[in-house]
């Protein structure tokens, strides 16, 4: 009774922010990290795959991160985070013990639920792999509902790659998984080329496909025009897009994207609704 | 064993030709295995034959001096190695070393290229193909050069 009046409390106040503790931290790379949260009152965080919370360490300011982490498993928040400015940066130092504020989650999530018997092509570029971990997660426990499963991921160089030994377990458990970076060393005997290039080599049949996107922006836009290329329709299409989202919950209008609030419609779009404001210079 | 013609009708580049051009194509072809490590050509060195590869991998490098051997791109099944003996002065511009042990169909470029001289209509479809596939290898490195990656001011 108690917690369900929190949680009550929680969805009614979203511009509350609640305190979350770090209980572990790790690299995954030279600027990026991923922190587990435990929730206040040791409660739940359930969320679905592809919503981001609000998130900040003390004073540093408040900024969107996509949760990265299993919505099996909503007793701990995941978020993997590039440090790349000072609220980010912030984040990445915080360390086990530190307190957390956070609100959330919000926004639409990836309709993973929605694509029974499709083949899933699941396209990341760098850190764009964090929103799409849960995605993956979700797919990989749900395996029977669905046809082929492939990871397109693609990154600047190999010590940039994010979870690497859970590439080989998705691998593993059902997902075919092609990796490619933008350059490399003779050390490296993965594929070596642009993201875009790993759509001919997955051997797509566009007729039974979904894909859902996530990464820099011009990276999904030449994704999704390589996949419509092999037939791939644009309303089986979905990308992750981000703006300076503030509020969370469409108040502030900060995340416009055209007639969109990026945190209250997004940030998963379809992308043949998405296209056409993306054609628009500086929206 | 499966003839030559056959085994290149099914590459990208020379699909949908005809079957008196691809004998004409494959009439310069031959079966090749190569082991990882070797390398198909180098940077320089006169570029007198082109690949197909059928199985494996190969990678396109550069050797820039105090960086050491970088890779560019890498090719696998299907794809074509080579341009440079279209166009002169016939140098190749990259080395090409084989990464996992390869079958590749290897046509002597200036058996094709005497060819066409006297067939200008598949000369003509030739280099339409190869334009394609060089577009294609062009639009991936602009991408490349975007650097969209280290670029990635998200938050996330």
Known sequence: MIARHAENRAASEPMVPKPFEVIATRQDTVDTWTLELRPPDSSELSFAPGQFTMISAGGSGEVPISISGDPGAPSVLVHTVRGVGFATEALCAARPGQVLSVRGPFGAPWPVGDLDG????????????????????????ERERYGRLILLYGGRAPDQLLFEAELETWATRGMEVLVTVDSAG?????????????????EIDPESTASLLCGPEVM????ATSLIE?????????????????????????????????????????????????????? | MRAIEDLIAQAPVFAGLT???????????????????AFLFREGAPAERFYLIRSGTV????????????????????EVVGWSWLFSPYRWQLDARVLEPAALVEFDGACLRGKVETDNELGYLLMRR???VIVERLHATRLQLLDVYGDDRAAR
């Open chain 1, 220 to 223: 999904m836009r030449f994704m």
């Open chain 1, 118 to 141: 499709a083949d899933v092509v699941v396209a990341a570029g760098g850190i764009g792999l964090a929103p799409l971990r849960p995605a993956v997660l979700w797919l990989l426990a």
């Open chain 1, 230 to 283: 092999r037939g791939v329709p644009g309303s089986r299409i979905y990308a992750s897009m981000e703006r300076n989202m503030q509020c969370g919950i469409g108040h502030c209008g900060h995340c416009q994207l055209g007639p969109t609030l990026v945190c209250r419609d997004g940030p998963v779009y379809r992308w043949d609704l998405l296209e056409p404001w993306l054609a628009v210079r500086e929206l």
């Open chain 2, 130 to 132: 190869f334009a394609a």
């Open chain 2, 19 to 37: 079957t008196a051009q691809l004998e004409l194509i494959a009439g310069c072809g031959h079966n090749e295995r190569v082991d990882a490590g």
């Open chain 1, 186 to 202: 003779p050390e490296w005997l993965g594929h070596v080329g642009v993201v875009t290039r790993l759509v001919r080599r997955a």
């Open chain 2, 59 to 78: 990678a396109l490098e550069v050797h820039a001096p105090g960086r050491g051997q970088l890779r560019i791109e890498t090719l696998d099944e299907g």
